[in-house]
Structures are given as C-alpha cells and as structure tokens.
C-alpha cells in the first residue's frame, strides 16, 4: 500500500514538475497508476483530453525505455519538442532522419540518455531497431492511435500489425498501453484482442467536449458561405476539409485572392511544399489551412479556432476525429460541416475506388467496403437529424447524454412537430408497390408526379400514388423519408443504387402502431441555407472572461509568445498554450510562487520562459492586482445556457411517478408500450420518446438479434432465448391484404424490463 501511495505522489509530483498542473484529468490518473503497477491499459479518450500524459508520464518514472509507437512524423515531432522543451529527454526515430542521426539517437537511448524513444511501426523489424530494442530495457510499449490496428476502424494501417510479433520477440514482456480518441465497441474489443492486452485497466471517459459548437449547414453556395465565414474569423485560426484535391487548390486560391493568408495540404504536393505549409500554419504565419484529410493527426496545435468540413466525411470516426482538432486546450471553437447531396454520391465513389489493400484477402477487402458503406449512411443521418448533434455522435460511440447539449445548431434553432405518419404510410405504400426495387429520388418523384423517361420505362405513372403530393415541396417529402431511414422505419441496401426497403418496423405504421413526428424550423433560413444560425460561437470565449484591459495584456503576451517561439525555432503553442496565457492574465502572477500556480507552467518552462513573461505582466499592471477577468463568467455561462435549453423541449427522460404510475398490460408492441409513456408524459416540455434505442439496447444487451431471411430479402428481428426468458415473444398477424407478419410482443415481466431500459438510456 505505501508503495502504491509513493508512485501516486511520484506521478502527481512529475505532473507539477514537467508540465505545470496540480492533478491529473478525469481517466488519467487510473491509466498512469495502472501503467506503474505494471498493469496493461486502454484507454479511449477525446482529442485533448490528455492521452499523452497517460504514457509520458509512466515511462519517465519507470526503468528503462518506453517505446512509442505512433503513426506519422508530425505527430512525433510535436510531442518530442513539447517534451524536450518541458525538460524531459525524448527522441524520435523515422523516414525523416539520416541513417547517422538514427544511429546516434538509438546509441543515446541506450546510454540511458533518452526516455521515451517515438518509432513508426515500419521502423519496428529493421534490423538496427531490433537490435536495440533485444539489448535494452524496454519499461513499456504504448500504441498511439491505437484504432489503425483494427480492420474495421476508420485509418486501418497493416503496419500495425507488426506491433504483435515485434512484442512478442523480446526477451522479456513489457507493459503494452494503447490509446486512440474514436473508436467503437466493436474497435475497442479488437484493439485488446490483437495487441492480447493481460486484463488491460480499461477507461472510457467519454466523447464529449463541451467547448465544441457543432452547425450542419446547406448553403447553395458552398464557397460563398466559406469565404464570408473566413472573412468574419479572420483574427482565428482554422482548419477547411475538402475531400478532394482540386476543392482544396480552388478553395484555397479563392481566399487567399479574398486577402487572407492561407495554407494548402494534400497528397498531390510536392514533400518539401507540404512540410512549409504546415510549418506556416503551425507557427502561425499563416492561419488557414485548407487541406484533404492527409492534413492533421497528430499536429498538437492548440489554438485551432474552428475546423469547417467543406465536404461531408466518409464516416462519423473521421469527422469526429477531424472536428476534434479544433479548441484542444479546452476554450469555444466552432465544428461546421457544409453538406450537399453530391457530398454523398462523392464518398461512395472514393470507397468503391479507394486504395485497394494487397495484404488483405478479396473476403476481408469486400467486407471492409461493406463495412465503409454503412459506416457512410450513419454519417449521412448526422447531415439530416433535427435532434442533438452532439447527442447523435455521443450515441454513434456507445454515448447517452442528456439529449440536449444547448451548444450545437439543432438545440439553439426553435422547432414545431408536425405529425407525418399518414405521408409515411404513402410512402410506405409506394415502395410497396414498386416491388423495393427503386432508390430515395425515384420513390419522391412518383410522389410528386414528375414525367421523367425513368418513371415512365419502369410503370412508376401508374402507381396509386403517382402524383399525390404533386403540391407538396421535395424537400418536405424527403425530410420525411430521412427520418424513416434514421428512425429504422426504412432500410436503404449498401449496393451501387442504394435501393430502399421495408423491413418488419415499417409494419408498425402500416398498422397504426406508430407515429412519425418530424421537426420543422421555425425561423426563414432561406438566405443562409436551411437549418443554419449565424455560426456564433454558444460556449464560453477569451472575450467572455477577460475585460477588455485582460484582452490587451493577452495580446500583449501572445505577441511575447510569438517573439520568443521564433528566436527558439519552435512553435508558440509550445512555449505556452493560449489557456496558459489567458490564466496568466486571470491570475496575473508577479512572482515565481504565483507563477508555478498558472496552469500549464512547470518547474523546466519557468527556468526558461517564466521570467519574460513575468516581467511583461508587472511592466503593463505595475505592480497591481486589479481584476481583469469577469469573475461570475462561468456562473453567467450556466445561467445562458440554462435559459437556452429551456427554450426547446427536454429529451424524454422516465420520471419516477411515470415508472410507479406505470400499470403493466398483458401483452403489447414496443410502439404501443411507447405511445402509452408518451402519453403520460408533460407535452409541453418533454419530447416523444422514440422506439429505436430501446430495440438497439435490446440487441447490444442480447435480447433481440438480426437474422437474414432470404425469403423476404432483408433482415428480421427475433427474440433469443434470453428475451424469450425475459418474455419477449413473437406472435403471428394478418396483414389487410391478407399476408402473414410476425410481430414482437412484450408480456407484464418484459416491460418492466422496457421501463429499466428506458431509465439507463435516457436518464
């Protein structure tokens, strides 16, 4: 016990002393001491909370090398300056060093003079790098970005796997860490199975980051909407996505034709053109980069504004983790994804016609793109949902938040439910009898009535409701077959055509069993595109904590910083992070006392820097300790966002008189079991409770699976023997046109199971 209280005291003292702060962060105390009891871990956490520290910090106070394993040369030379310049010895070996320089960094590794040792996977089976690491010590190995390891994560790397057999050929096992800031349940499981983790301590701290404002707009003019969202930021800093090479050379000459500095990243650029752009960017001579997704992991630059998504991503892995690099030290930044239809038939193209892996068989290469598909439907609805975004992403990991984030453009827009469900069973109807064969746009334009050679070649004008919404606006009819697709309702097929069909939910309108609410603004977007605000940011600013004196001494040493960061050939974000120097000007130290009290300040910084800075805040405040920060800015932040969040409705949530008010019936569907609650509850301020994520808990929990019939063509839900235990069982219908369905029933013990459900997931 007294040990493990050292080792505790040890880590919180080399947190103080190397990198300025007086305790760990939520997850990262557990990682750090189970790494020093020697103990394997995993650990999933956002960009920015931290994962660094997680193993830095263990393999400085462990005995011998801690390997770092890490998947691009940006990445390590970012963490290897930051912990140079924090007084901690650390080097990297890769493609970017002279067969010397590798000699030399590995011959002082094992002088004992380096710690921790950053090496590419590639680099793990050449022979020097083997021979170093079977003749030295190595404390640990630990596996940054460790989803690239899984086949079914969004950058898988092949490299990765010869992270296992270099492992497995050393002479004695070390601990083996492995951490990544996205990766799904799925992921996570295959992460601790093939790096075969020993009772790994496992922690999840959640996807959250509150400091992020998350906006999809549909401007009808993409470059417009940028260049004007740049022009109004041009005191920020910002990263665009395109998902394509010419979007970002037009992208690019277009805002810098605007007048504003800007940067350019992608493949097709020269090596040596690329390095300098990002060297711009980072050292802020230039604040805009515009770049494909070849741009970013592992540049550890902190004070990225905003991060706009020119074009949708493939999948919700990479725009989250994409997003994610905006406001890393903790302050508002904004996350905007401007989305078109073209952005979707785009994706499909480029994960039809993507790089084609030769290590993997033709089985695994098919599954993966099946896998890649479906991923890019679920990124699609991300584009659609008028619920919370941030709600959305947090579910998409595993992640059930309040429902409403008050801080994402879906719950700062007012909103009416309006109900559909009788528009649902004509659409219903219509794929109906179209036979299930035909995509979205067609079974719209039979709707609306539209004479097209298609419609007419395949007997579309003479379905029984061609034309009945000929009145009606497509974009209506089409919110409404998004929300059948999000909601399960629907089924679209991951094949060239993306053909929608039934499936044994869509029965439940058909039969009146459910309802389809959707949500309508009820503001004019028509000149920003639908659905948009004006992009300001809803957390808590710079601008929101200092007056307007702090701002200038925040200027003031910005401008330090940067005086400095050039004369030292490094970055400014790591001299000091921009929440470094807004505490500074917080707590506007004036001595070194006060000044090892400023998070991000440690014992190494101050010897260097502390004294500049030091001098600079008593040369503007002579000496005074007048308050240039908003003291109640947090409070007023809450009270804002309170009020906000009560202008929309709360998610349904089970109170404790519905759960005791509750009179359980023989048997009933899962719709019906949901109308009854959503009857009781109060309307005015408490959304419909929805069947889907209560049927997705009951298939991860085991109660319901997914199995194909090949008769009908499509999946169907059953109960397994533990639902059937539960009470869950299926019973036998006729439908009005005199065909048989199966439909999933709920006896008096199964829905007090529904209530225990509903209680985990929505409370």
């Known amino acids: 016990m007294i040990q493990n209280i050292n080792k505790r005291e040890q880590a919180v003292g080399v947190l103080k002393k190397y990198f300025g702060y007086e305790s760990f962060r939520n997850g990262q105390d557990k990682l750090v001491y189970s790494i020093l009891q020697g103990r394997d871990a995993l650990g999933i956490m956002p960009t920015g909370a931290g994962k660094s520290i997680c193993y830095q910090i263990p393999g400085i106070i462990m005995e011998g090398i801690t390997i770092v394993i890490s998947p691009l040369i940006s990445l390590m030379k970012d963490q290897v300056a930051a912990l140079n310049e924090a007084g901690i010895h650390a080097a990297f070996i890769n493609s970017s060093l002279s067969a010397r320089q590798v000699s030399l960094a590995l011959e002082y590794a094992r002088e004992g003079k380096y710690q921790l040792i950053y090496v590419a996977p590639e680099r793990l089976e050449t022979e020097e790098f083997l021979h170093f690491a079977l003749n030295t010590p190595i404390a640990m190995v630990a596996v940054d970005e460790a989803h690239c390891i899984s086949q079914w994560g969004q950058d898988f790397r092949p490299s990765y796997r010869k992270i296992v057999r270099f492992i497995e050929g050393l002479p004695a096992r070390p601990v083996i860490s492995a951490f990544t800031a996205t990766a799904t349940k799925e992921v996570m499981e295959d992460i601790g199975c093939i790096l075969k983790l020993r009772s790994p301590e496992v922690v999840v701290t959640g996807f959250d980051r509150e400091n992020l404002y998350f906006e999809v707009r549909t401007p009808k003019k993409k470059e417009e909407e940028v260049l004007a969202y740049v022009k109004e930021h041009l005191d920020k800093c910002g990263i665009i996505y395109c998902n394509t090479r010419n979007n970002v050379e037009e992208l690019w000459e277009l805002i810098n034709k605007q007048g504003t500095s800007a940067a350019k990243y992608h493949a097709g650029m020269p090596d040596a053109d690329r390095n300098q752009n990002q060297e711009d960017f980072i050292y802020d001579r230039k604040p805009v980069m515009v770049a494909t997704n070849a741009f970013g992991m592992g540049i550890d630059k902190s004070n990225v504004r905003y991060v706009i998504h020119y074009n949708m991503p493939k999948n919700m892995e990479s725009y989250y983790q994409e997003a994610g690099r905006a406001g890393r030290d903790g302050e508002a930044s904004e996350c905007i994804l401007m989305y078109s239809g073209k952005d979707v038939e785009i994706n499909k193209f480029l994960i039809e016609k993507g790089n084609i892996n030769e290590e993997l068989s033709a089985a695994d290469r098919e599954l993966i793109q099946e896998r890649d598909m479906e991923r890019l439907k679920k990124m699609t609805y991300y584009c659609f949902t008028r619920d919370c975004l941030r709600e959305y992403v947090l579910n998409y990991f595993g992640q059930y938040g309040e429902g409403t984030c008050g801080n994402c453009s879906n719950c700062l827009t007012e909103f009416e439910e309006t109900d559909v469900t009788e528009d649902s069973r004509d659409i219903l109807n219509c794929i109906r009898e179209s036979g299930q064969r035909y995509g979205v746009n067609v079974i719209i334009a039979t709707l609306l009535g539209r004479r097209t050679a298609k419609l007419t070649a395949n007997n579309m004008v003479n379905s029984s409701l061609y034309g009945k919404y000929s009145s009606a606006n497509e974009s209506f009819l089409k919110q409404i077959m998004n929300k059948l697709i999000l909601e399960e309702y629907l089924y679209v097929t991951n094949d060239k055509y993306a053909v929608v069909k039934l499936n044994r939910s869509s029965l439940e309108i058909s039969e009146g069993q459910a309802l389809v609410i959707i949500k309508a603004s009820r503001v004019n977007n028509s000149e920003k595109g639908e659905g948009n605000l004006s992009g300001k940011q809803k957390g808590l600013r710079r601008s929101e904590i200092l007056t307007s004196k702090g701002l200038d001494l925040f200027e003031l ?14 970055p400014p974000y790591i001299i000091f992070s921009d929440k470094t120097l807004t505490d500074m000007c917080v707590k506007l130290p004036l001595n070194q006392n006060e000044m090892l009290t400023v998070t991000g300040v440690g014992e190494n910084k101050f010897k260097k820097y502390g004294n500049e800075f030091l001098e600079a805040i008593l040369k503007f405040t002579g000496g005074s300790k007048e308050s240039l920060s908003y003291e109640q800015a947090a409070d007023q932040q809450k009270a804002e966002k309170t009020l906000r969040t009560r202008k929309t409705k709360e998610e349904f949530r089970l109170t404790e008189e519905m759960r005791t008010g509750f009179k359980p019936e023989d048997k009933v569907t899962v719709s019906q079991f949901v109308d009854k609650l959503n009857d009781v509850r109060d309307e005015a301020v408490m959304k419909r409770l929805a069947s889907v994520h209560i049927t997705s808990v009951l298939k991860e929990e085991g109660y319901l699976i997914d199995r194909y019939n090949p008769l ?26 005199g065909n048989e369905y199966a439909v999933i029933m709920y006896d008096e013990k199964a829905q007090v199971l529904l209530l225990d459900v509903i209680g985990r997931i929505r409370q």
């Open 557 to 570: 040493l910005r401008q330090l910083r940067t005086d400095i960061a050039k004369e030292e050939g490094v």
């Open 712 to 737: 009908l063509g499509r999946n169907e839900t059953y109960p397994t023997e533990k639902g059937q235990s539960a009470g869950i069982t299926t019973d036998s219908r006729i439908s009005g046109k």
